[in-house]
């Protein structure tokens, strides 16, 4: 079936650090590729998708490639800030199933100090 | 605030009780959904329903019961619930049809059975 691999956490910078969260998926066809971003005590927010191969999501300083030829979708911030600290989750939506049936990873937790 | 307004956003209940989580979306979408997120555990889709017909039941309990009376109002009755139900309830919306499309989350209920 449909999975996607996430990294382990936490991961710990520093601010202004250089970041690399790395995802990879595993799925038939061409699905479409997602990063949520919950903070504490918060639900989920998309932070960046896409939807075909080689296609580049970005938002808020962060982005993400889909590559079809690894099968990976790894987040990238070239300097982050202590608020970005939150949990990160890597997900998939098969094709053509007519509502985003959403597959996730475990997340990963970010923690950016000072 | 994403358009998805959970309530209650915390619920302690004991293993007897007979309780509603409630979910109210204000983003004209037709499909709408319900995920358990448990500590290190992936987030768990539960149930989805498009166009107010339940499309998606991911072998859950029947101690949990949904109800989608309208397509913007969602519930998850909840009855008889053992302690390790306890998780975080996260409800979503989304358009249906399109491959793509975003899947925009409240913001929780926190769920404790004693």
């Known amino acids: 079936g449909d999975s996607v691999t996430q990294m382990e956490g936490p991961v710990t910078l520093s601010e202004e650090a250089f970041l690399t969260i790395n995802c990879t998926y595993t799925?038939?066809?061409?699905?479409?590729l997602f990063w949520y971003v919950q903070y504490p005590g918060e639900g989920l927010q998309l932070l960046l998708k896409?939807?075909?191969?080689?296609d580049k999501g970005s938002n808020k300083g962060f982005e993400a490639t889909y590559r079809k030829e690894t099968t990976s979708f790894h987040l990238e911030k070239g300097s982050v800030q202590v608020s970005d600290s939150a949990v990160y989750f890597c997900a998939l939506s098969p094709m053509n199933t007519g509502f985003q049936k959403l597959v996730f990873g475990t997340g990963t937790r970010l923690l950016v100090s000072p | 605030e994403t358009g998805v307004t959970q309530t209650p956003r915390h619920l302690v209940m004991g293993m007897t009780n007979k309780k509603s989580l409630k979910c109210e979306q204000h983003l004209g979408h037709n499909a709408m959904y319900w995920y358990k997120q448990s500590a290190k555990k992936p987030l768990e889709l539960m149930f989805v329903?498009?166009?107010?017909?339940?499309?998606e039941n991911n072998s859950v309990p029947s101690r949990f019961s949904p109800e989608c009376p309208n397509s913007s109002h969602l519930f998850l009755h909840l009855h008889t619930l053992q302690p390790e139900d306890s998780a975080l309830y996260l409800c979503?919306?989304?358009?249906?049809?399109?491959?793509?499309?975003?899947?925009?989350f409240g913001e929780g209920s926190w769920l404790t059975v004693v």
């Open positions: 896409a939807t075909k191969a080689d």
């Open positions: 799925a038939t066809g061409y699905p479409s």
């Open positions: 979503a919306s989304s358009p249906s049809g399109a491959d793509g499309n975003t899947i925009y």
């Open positions: 329903y498009s166009l107010e017909e339940r499309v």
